[in-house]
């Protein structure tokens, strides 16, 4: 199985602050990878696709970047609402896997 | 608007079975990879089976394949997910959502709980 390393498992930002999660997969991914967004009590919203194509109704703030094994999604100016979970996934082999999660909260 | 509105979790005991059901609507439901992701309690993400669109192709993750069979009614714009033999690490909120390689649209989630 494809494992995907995310950091760091936490962190907190100031309002205005760009913040940038990372991402690695044990093998390359070719580009294969996803990033959502969950709320506690939520379920996950799609935010990057393909590893930085945006998925429709998603803020231009959110982009995401990477190739190969290493990708990273940045938030260019975090906001109260960026508040929660976020995960990366593969998407090129079964099974697909998930990072372990991001806690993204407000300074 | 995409809608997807899970069903069928319950407490249930270790061995049994259930089926969940997910019921779609605002899409053409025949036109779209399905799948289901589930979550234990304060947990991350789990792929665990996916469904081409006229359902001839199904996918599993390992620890439920042989358990586990992920079915659908295009007629009924309907996802279902038969579990069998259940275990107590199957224990989890269990989406349904719309997608191949990823998943665009998700379900609110139907927790499953398996204990005695």
């Known amino acids: 199985d494809i494992q995907m390393t995310q950091s760091p498992a936490s962190l907190s930002a100031s309002l205005g602050e760009t913040v940038t999660i990372q991402c690695q997969a044990s093998e390359d991914i070719y580009s294969g990878l996803a990033w959502y967004q969950q709320k506690p009590g939520k379920s996950p919203q799609l935010l990057i696709y393909g590893a930085s194509s945006l998925q429709d109704g998603v803020p231009s703030r959110f982009s995401g970047s990477g190739s190969g094994t290493q990708y990273s999604l940045k938030i260019s100016s975090m906001q109260t609402e960026d508040e929660g979970v976020y995960f990366c996934q593969q998407g090129l082999k079964y099974p697909f896997t998930f990072g372990s999660g991001t806690k993204l909260e407000i300074k | 608007e995409v809608q997807l509105v899970e069903s069928g979790g319950v407490l249930v005991q270790p061995g049994r079975s259930m089926k969940l059901s997910c019921a779609a609507s605002g899409f053409t439901f025949s036109s779209f990879p399905m799948a289901w992701v589930r979550q234990a309690p304060t947990k991350g993400l789990e792929w665990v089976a996916t469904?081409?669109?006229?359902?001839?192709?199904?996918y599993y993750r390992d620890s439920v394949k042989g358990r586990f069979t992920i079915s659908r009614d295009n007629a009924k714009s309907t996802l279902y997910l038969q579990m069998d033999s259940l275990r107590s690490e199957d224990t989890a909120t269990y989406y349904c959502t719309t997608g191949s390689a990823w998943f665009a649209y998700w379900g609110q989630g139907t927790l499953v709980t398996v204990s005695s």
């Open positions: 469904i081409s669109t006229s359902g001839g192709s199904t």
